[in-house]
């Protein structure tokens, strides 16, 4: 079994940053790719951005040049800096860890307004 958990989402202004992380607990052993999704009110949830276990990274075009995904395996964490927060990146952010089975946690909220 596998445990995500996620924190650092919150109020920004429009231009503003902020960096998520997810902590990984459990069998992390069986985790070889990890990822950020997010759902914003209304839509279906939506892929951001995965880090692969050898650390190659894939962005959606939405947020391609203004986040980063990285991890730091000593701490069995995964980050999102966020840069340049816009209106439309408001959403419930959700961290998967990828598997034999996929792992979800329990979701950090992100608001841009001014």
């Known amino acids: 079994q596998v445990q995500l958990v996620e924190s650092g989402g919150g109020l920004v202004q429009p231009g503003g940053s902020l960096r998520l992380s997810c902590v990984i607990s459990g069998n992390i052993f069986s985790i070889y790719g990890m990822g950020w999704y997010r759902q914003a009110p209304g839509k279906q949830r939506e892929w951001v951005a995965t880090?692969?276990?050898?650390?190659?990274?894939n962005y959606a075009d939405s947020v391609k040049g203004r986040f980063t995904i990285s991890r730091d395996n000593a701490k069995n964490t995964v980050y999102l800096q966020m840069n340049n927060l816009k209106p439309d990146d408001t959403a419930v952010y959700y961290c998967?860890?990828?598997?034999?089975?996929?792992?979800w946690g329990q979701g950090t909220q992100v608001t841009v307004a001014s």
């Open positions: 880090i692969a276990s050898i650390g190659s990274t």
């Open positions: 998967k860890g990828s598997g034999i089975l996929d792992y």
